[in-house]
């Protein structure tokens, strides 16, 4: 099956700080991924989805300039929280779509972020 | 509003047990529906889908079923293993025009196996 590959799987930063989260897909072309936000025995929440050479389309709710997606070629998506803060501290997961039309939806395997 | 509900919350069998778990949903127009198994830390992988045609679909020990007259699916899992520990998350796809979808996500269930 399709390889979606996120990283870092973890990561620890200050209060204030930003931090970068790559979303690759490995062996194929992704037009469209998304991103997601879990918290604790909370289901999967969409926060955006990234289109190859356009503007991320934001769900309602979430903040576009805290939330930076940039989605420059077919392979890579990276979500940048801006200016963290304890809050922030989620599960982040991205998706990639493999064909346009298609339900099938690859997931990477999640980025821990805590705030401290 | 598109929901999907899961059924129990959480579930504690013994290894070499069977179980079920349920979902319900209520999502239009409908497309389909895929069960996930999300490991703690992890994200989640795929382990059936299923149209509105299908009724039943096998992937190993796990049995998916799909009554789309009534909008509910269950997971069977039989023989279960240590393995099998972890949340299990229904997601119902719905068509929005196009060739786009939205997808609706359960909570999940998180399965806990013990010796």
């Known amino acids: 099956g399709a390889v979606v590959s996120q990283h870092p799987s973890w990561v620890i930063c200050k209060s204030g700080t930003s931090v970068k989260i790559e979303c690759r897909s490995l062996d194929f072309q992704a037009t469209t991924m998304f991103w997601y936000r879990q918290f604790p025995k909370q289901s999967l929440m969409l926060m955006a989805t990234?289109?190859?050479?356009?503007?991320?389309?934001?769900e309602q709710g979430v903040e576009k300039d805290k939330f930076l997606i940039n989605h420059a070629s077919l392979t890579l998506s990276t979500l940048t929280v801006t200016s963290a803060h304890p809050e922030d501290s989620s599960f982040y997961i991205c998706?990639?779509?493999?064909?346009?039309?298609?339900?099938?939806?690859?997931f990477g395997q999640g980025t821990r972020l805590t705030v401290v | 509003k598109n929901q999907v509900e899961q059924s129990p919350q959480s579930l504690i069998i013994l290894e070499g047990k069977n179980c079920t778990l349920q979902c319900n949903y209520t999502v239009s127009p409908f497309s389909n529906l895929r069960w996930y198994k999300q490991d703690t830390g992890r994200g989640p992988v795929s382990l059936t889908i299923m149209t509105f045609s299908e009724n039943t679909k096998s992937n190993g020990r796990y049995t998916a079923t799909l009554d789309a007259d009534t909008k509910q699916s269950s997971l069977h899992i039989t023989a279960s293993q240590l393995s099998d520990s972890a949340s299990y998350i229904c997601v119902v796809s719905a068509t929005s025009g196009g060739s786009n979808y939205k997808l609706t996500f359960g909570k999940g269930t998180l399965l806990t196996v013990n010796p």
């Open positions: 990234s289109n190859e050479g356009s503007k991320a389309t934001y």
């Open positions: 998706s990639a779509r493999l064909v346009a039309g298609s339900t099938e939806a690859f």
